[in-house]
T-cell receptor
Framework: AQRVTQPEKLLSVFKGAPVELKCNYSYSGSPELFWYVQYSRQRLQLLLRHISRESIKGFTADLNKGETSFHLKKPFAQEEDSAMYYCALINNQAGTALIFGKGTTLSVSS | ETGVTQSPTHLIKTRGQQVTLRCSSQSGHNTVSWYQQALGQGPQFIFQYYREEENGRGNFPPRFSGLQFPNYSSELNVNALELDDSALYLC???????????FGQGTRLTVV
């Protein structure tokens, strides 16, 4: 079964500390993975996707097929990074539908 | 260019009733997906429409149905509402074959 697991419900760090939000997936074939973010009072929006291999707002994520992981990392957290983060993959049996993890709340304090 | 808009923003219904939620897709996007997000959970895929045809369906019963119109706007209909249907319903539009989805602000449905 296709599945996304985010083991941490809440991650609290201090400003300037490194951040790693964990994501593991179960998928047969070549997955297409994303990180979506929801800031307070805003709608869900794309943060980054693995195929573009880009860095957005200082965040990066590398697909590790051996470990079936797609962890989100940032070397120095900022208070404005506080948000809910969802890892997602495309369900290839339903068009471009997304399978989401349960999400991790990142709280960055000074 | 306008974003994805959903209406209404909040709704309260009684168990057994029927509800219709509406979504206008982002300009130029012909693919619309609906998701249910229960409290503390990630969004769960309900179904997707592409050019007015259902293009995929998640694990939801037939009382969840939808439509897509020629202008690519969409409706989600839920019959025989149950208490567990209380959730945030999200609509997302995208271009075909593109994984990036643009989400609306959601409709908060409460079933009492």
């Amino acid at each position: 079964a296709q599945r996304v697991t985010q083991p941490e419900k809440l991650l609290s760090v201090f400003k300037g500390a490194p951040v790693e939000l964990k994501c593991n997936y179960s998928y047969s074939g070549s997955p297409e993975l994303f990180w979506y973010v929801q800031y307070s009072r805003q709608r869900l929006q794309l943060l980054l996707r693995h195929i573009s291999r880009e860095s957005i707002k200082g965040f990066t994520a590398d697909l590790n097929k051996g470990e079936t992981s797609f962890h989100l990392k940032k070397p120095f957290a900022q208070e404005e990074d506080s948000a809910m983060y969802y890892c997602a993959l495309i369900n290839n049996q339903a068009g471009t539908a997304l399978i989401f993890g349960k999400g991790t709340t990142l709280s960055v304090s000074s | 260019e306008t974003g994805v808009t959903q209406s209404p923003t909040h709704l309260i219904k009684t168990r057994g009733q029927q509800v219709t939620l509406r979504c206008s897709s982002q300009s130029g996007h012909n693919t619309v997906s609906w998701y249910q997000q229960a409290l503390g959970q990630g969004p769960q895929f309900i179904f997707q429409y592409y050019r007015e045809e259902e293009n995929g369906r998640g694990n939801f019963p037939p009382r969840f149905s939808g439509l897509q119109f020629p202008n690519y706007s969409s409706e989600l209909n839920v019959n025989a509402l149950e208490l567990d249907d209380s959730a945030l319903y999200l609509c997302a539009s995208s271009l075909p074959g593109q994984g990036e989805a643009f989400f609306g602000q959601g409709t908060r449905l409460t079933v009492v």
